[in-house]
């Protein structure tokens, strides 16, 4: 249901509207902007240290214009797609990364390759959030920071108006009018505690929903990422660990990859798991502090060697963020469902590039990067033929957290959280799914979802976390809900009532709706890309 939009002290106008802050939100951004546009940026955080990427080191998938190579990097993943994957757009990632990564330069120190060239795939995560943000400030991007986006604004006739948010550190709504906007707010790892994902909570997706928007993949959101027990840091050091149980024996755990966290998750339900690494190479000790230097500061604070000392370990969940869902993406420019509303990054569905299991680092910062100047070339192009449209009606149609259907009374979020913890993250929940398991959450999820429609309300900077709360929610029903309806095991989804992959299943899986969800199988035609 459309409401009136709320009463906001600032109203802005825009062409382009960028709702996030991370990769694809700047590289959106820069895009629009380069078209001509004009683009106000607002995120949740900081652009330039919100998200994943700004505490990580980034890898691209980088391949060079040989033809040879580039065909068989993309046989070879599109051989790990099962099937769902499209070799098109896997070629234009390649291209598209290739031709743009080396832009930054004047706003990034790449470093050398060794062989008297520059190395552009592996970039530090800091320092890369911080040069995207200067490069679009010099293309004429307005940022506003701490500005979180709390519901999307929409005409009469379905189209996009703008959105309405937050300003957290003025303690003010706010209104931003746009012919165009696009939804890069990351994914959902469900406040798990995943290092950079404290903001990533859904609100595209809810956002997206409650406008029409149809979603994708949601069931492929087992990734999970270990790191100390204590503390979440990030991935590069674990290929060489060796594990062992709490008696001091070795474990008998896979190499890297799904049956490696299945093996791991299983030990852990079992008992406390410690890492060793002390077998790492030397290389990875030198590098280490300077690629991916979140990583070793835990260890330090507690007075230990990460290459020296066991270590406690533990799993945590990426849902979304490392998983392949999310908004249906239905042209070149990552245009939604909805017309004038694009999304990239995480908040897409990635199933265009990897299918049913992650792309990795290389993979998914390509599609970042990518599909954020994709969006904001459609953005821009959108904004240039429709225009702003500031004189028609524009209706807010946020839901749950904002507008209670019955008495509005106080929610106990942290329980809130807890219940789709319980959901979306639990190894016996996630990596091993059953009907009879997904059943009992959908039972749970869906009680909790109708008591936030009908009375969750907050005030203030208190309708971020209502909100979040709310998205989280809603992403974990839509995980819920296409895991029951996929009904074999492929990828990263693994059904142990439905072991085997069924050939007839090999197709997308769409999925929306808020109150009442629907799914059904994506029609055989995929997304047309321009010669």
Request: with cysteine.
């Amino acid at each position: 249901m459309a409401h009136p939009p709320p009463p906001a002290n600032t109203v802005a106008e825009a062409d382009v509207l960028i709702i996030g802050g991370g990769m694809a939100a700047t590289w959106a951004a820069v895009s629009a902007a380069r078209e001509g546009a004009d683009v106000l940026l607002v995120d949740k955080g900081f652009v330039g240290t919100s998200g994943v990427t700004a505490t990580g080191g980034p890898n691209h998938w980088w391949v060079p214009p040989d033809p040879g190579r580039r065909e068989a990097a993309i046989e070879d993943r599109y051989a790990r797609s099962f099937g769902l994957a499209e070799r098109a757009w896997m070629a234009r990632i390649i291209e598209t990364t290739w031709r743009t990564l080396p832009e930054l330069t004047g706003y990034y120190a790449f470093d050398t390759d060794g062989r008297g060239g520059t190395y552009y795939s592996g970039l530090r995560g800091p320092e890369y959030l911080r040069a995207l943000r200067r490069y679009a400030i010099a293309k004429g991007v307005r940022i506003r920071d701490h500005h979180p986006a709390l519901e999307l604004l929409v005409h009469d006739d379905g189209t996009i108006a703008g959105a309405a948010g937050y300003d957290r550190l003025a303690r003010k709504p706010w209104i931003v009018r746009a012919a165009a906007v696009v939804l890069a707010t990351g994914g959902c790892a469900f406040k798990s505690g995943l290092i950079g994902s404290d903001t990533n909570t859904g609100d595209g997706y809810l956002m997206a929903a409650e406008a029409g928007a149809e979603l994708s993949g949601m069931e492929f959101a087992g990734a999970y990422t270990l790191s100390p027990a204590w503390n979440s840091t990030r991935t590069l050091p674990y290929p060489s660990a060796r594990f062992f149980d709490a008696d001091g024996r070795e474990l008998d755990i896979p190499p890297q990859g799904a049956a490696h966290n299945r093996a791991l998750a299983e030990a852990m339900l079992a008992g406390p798991v410690f890492a060793d690494l002390s077998d790492a190479p030397a290389l990875l000790k030198q590098i280490l502090p300077r690629i991916q230097p979140a990583s070793p500061a835990p260890f330090e604070r507690r007075g230990l060697d990460i290459f020296a000392d066991r270590f406690e370990v533990k799993l945590y969940g990426e849902g979304m963020i490392r998983g392949m869902g999310g908004l249906r993406i239905v042209d070149e420019d990552c245009q939604t469902t909805v017309p004038g509303l694009f999304a990239a990054g995480d908040t897409a569905t990635r199933e265009l590039i990897a299918g049913a299991t992650s792309g990795g680092g290389a993979q998914n910062s390509a599609w970042a990067l990518t599909s954020g100047l994709a969006a904001g070339v459609g953005a821009a192009r959108t904004a240039r033929r429709d225009g702003r449209r500031v004189g028609a009606r524009a209706l807010a149609v946020g839901a749950a957290g904002l507008r209670p259907t019955a008495s509005p009374r106080s929610i106990d979020e942290g329980a809130a959280v807890q219940a789709i913890q319980n959901e979306a993250l639990a190894y016996d929940r996630v990596l091993w799914r059953s009907g009879a398991t997904l059943l009992a959450g959908k039972a749970v999820l869906d009680g909790l979802w109708n008591e936030i429609g009908a009375h969750s309300h907050a005030e203030g900077l208190a309708q971020v976390r209502a909100r979040e709360t709310a998205a989280m929610t809603a992403t974990a029903r839509w995980c819920n809900a296409a895991a029951l309806a996929r009904t074999e095991s492929r990828g990263m989804h693994v059904r142990t009532d439905f072991p085997d992959l069924a050939p007839e299943q090999t197709r997308r899986l769409l999925i929306g709706g808020l109150d009442r969800i629907w799914t059904r199988p994506e029609a055989p035609q995929r997304v047309e890309l321009a010669a």
